[in-house]
């Protein structure tokens, strides 16, 4: 079975990037997006094996709205969603709590940027059972 | 502008007003046994009586009246309010005029007692009112005496007090009641004039107050902005670091890696600063707790494992202690949670290796004590009411951790104190400190903003 595909929705470029390199060194095939309406595209596009995605672009909930347009369509509710957040304290939500509510945060993981790549690449291999 | 009482501090005063008047009849109904079977004064005793009760009822009735307006802690408009007072004032007027013509007329000299009511009336009510109230006043006492003067009403004489018919003396009369008249204006004007001052520097006060609450919620807000944009830039650099130290990008010879850890290490704790901040600020905008009955067991249980890791690595026996007694705790248990840890995290850092570090609870009858023992470096006593304020670090802590945030402290103090608690450091009599925190057993809201007064 070849790598799995991994779609990163992030308006941060930077971030994107150094995500990027550490999927890539792992072999995925990493596709980019910078905001949720591409990444609405890729998605019915390329079919992804799992999406991460940031939750405040360029307003302040298009992840959390991208997460359920997601998990609401039969085509896509499989893939998995991995948010990530810079600014989990400004919202004062509890997101560790909540990922994996299906009514309000239907992903199946968190996690807080800065993401230490080990950190990330175990995060992604459980959700991609490939551990 | 004329400064008015807010309504609330006029229900209070007219709570005031009616115990004021349970005294006054009290004084009433005494006197008039003293002057009557003491000094043998002799006037109607039987009439004062009935007025007592008269004013006893009217007493009642009124303190009826203000609870209805009070009930369930709602608040009377201001109209209502003033309209209830300026009715007591009227009708104490009223009954003191009646008062005094049963006992003498113009020749008792209780008729100062007017000027209690201008004061009263002029430090409650707007300008307008007191100079009504001054006008009724002399109307109602001036006819009384006229009436009487003109025998038109009967003369109830002090006998035994006042020889001569003073109430007919026209000089005596005119006199008096020209005195009267310019004492009530004049009480009237001075007291309003100082009360209107003194209300418009209160609502100054006030005003001011708010302007301060309001620039330091712009303050937080901006905080927030500013730290959220800076820690998403920490970030990305931290992400961009991690994956060039760890080698993903190929191979760092020494010098290298190392100046990348040294960024590594700075911007890990640039990132702590700024989520603690973040967090701070956070807390002191949000408006309320999100409170429950939480087992202190579980808490325990999670602030210890998630400094467990840190302890072992410097060899200190980490150990707790709860009171049987202490069930459950009220509050927001991520919050007491994270005091905790702050305090546990804390301690085993200026706690030198194979030192100790204890989390105790107890309970005094009020509140639950929750306690963390170190056998640290302890806290300079001058620096001991310090160490709460943001961004302070002690002296000695600093030469031993030059880099923290200065805020974990505070964030505990803000955690205890919006549950209603108190906290405090003490160093220990063998070394090491101890930090304390209070949580209230009962499930008050201290946290929330008292209604103003």
């Known amino acids: 079975m070849g790598k799995a595909r991994i779609l990163i929705v992030d308006d941060d470029p930077d971030i994107t990037e150094a995500m990027k390199i550490v999927l890539e060194n792992e072999g995925y095939n990493v596709l980019q997006a910078k905001d949720g309406q591409e990444g609405m595209g890729k998605i019915k596009d390329e079919r992804p094996d799992l999406v991460i995605m940031d939750v405040m672009m360029n307003t302040l909930s298009e992840g959390f709205v991208l997460s359920r347009e997601l998990k609401s369509d039969p085509r896509y509710k499989h893939i998995p969603i991995l948010m990530v957040t810079a600014v989990k304290e400004r919202t004062g939500i509890d997101f560790e709590g909540a990922a994996g509510d299906d009514t309000w945060l239907p992903v199946e993981g968190f996690l807080n940027k800065p993401i230490k790549p080990e950190v990330l690449l175990s995060k992604i291999k459980s959700l991609l059972h490939e551990q | 502008m004329e400064g008015l009482l807010q309504s609330t501090s006029l229900v209070k005063r007219a709570y005031w007003l009616v115990r004021l008047r349970w005294a006054a009849i009290g004084v009433l109904m005494m006197s008039t046994l003293v002057a009557s079977r003491v000094f043998y004064v002799l006037l109607p005793a039987h009439k004062l009586y009935i007025m007592s009760g008269v004013l006893v009822i009217y007493n009642f009735l009124l303190y009826d009246l203000l609870n209805y307006f009070t009930w369930g802690g709602k608040s009377p408009s201001h109209k209502t309010i003033s309209r209830i007072i300026t009715f007591q004032i009227s009708a104490d007027l009223l009954i003191l005029t009646a008062i005094l013509h049963y006992s003498g007329g113009i020749e008792n000299p209780c008729f100062f007692y007017f000027v209690f009511h201008m004061i009263i009336v002029s430090i409650l009510l707007t300008r307008g009112q007191s100079y009504l109230q001054a006008t009724l006043a002399f109307l109602l006492f001036g006819s009384m005496v006229w ?30 009641l020209g005195i009267f008249l310019t004492t009530l204006y004049l009480v009237v004007y001075m007291t309003t004039s100082i009360s209107f001052q003194l209300r418009e520097r209160q609502e100054d006060y006030e005003q001011a107050n708010m302007q301060l609450k309001e620039k330091d919620r712009i303050k937080n807000e901006y905080v927030l902005r500013l730290t959220h944009d800076v820690k998403s830039h920490l970030a990305a650099i931290q992400s961009c670091l991690d994956i060039v130290s760890n080698g993903m990008t190929g191979q760092l010879n020494e010098k290298q890696s190392d100046l990348i850890e040294r960024a590594c290490r700075r911007t890990s704790k640039c990132v702590a600063f700024t989520t603690a901040l973040l967090k701070l600020t956070k807390m002191k905008m949000s408006g309320r707790l999100d409170k429950s009955m939480v087992p202190l067991k579980n808490i325990f249980f999670n602030t210890i494992a998630a400094v467990e890791d840190k302890a072992a690595a410097k060899s200190i026996n980490l150990g707790y202690e709860m009171s049987p007694a202490i069930d459950e705790i009220y509050g927001e248990a991520v919050l007491i949670e994270e005091a905790i840890i702050n305090l546990l995290l804390n301690a085993i850092k200026y706690t030198p290796e194979n030192g100790t570090v204890k989390l105790t609870a107890s309970d005094n009858n009020k509140d639950i004590i929750i306690q963390v023992r170190d056998t640290g470096i302890g806290v300079p006593e001058d620096e001991i009411d310090k160490i709460f304020d943001e961004f302070y670090r002690a002296s000695n802590a600093r030469k031993i951790e030059r880099d923290s945030t200065g805020l974990g402290l505070s964030i505990v103090k803000q955690v205890i104190e919006r549950h209603g608690g108190r906290v405090w450091a003490q160093n220990n009599p063998d070394g090491g400190s101890t930090f304390s925190f209070t949580l209230p057993k009962t499930a008050i809201n201290p946290g929330e903003p008292p209604s103003t007064v």
């Open chain 2, 147 to 176: 009436l009487e003067f003109r025998g038109i009403i009967p003369h109830y004489k002090l006998l035994g007090f006042i020889s001569h018919d003073l109430y007919r003396d026209e000089l005596f009369v005119f006199v008096t």
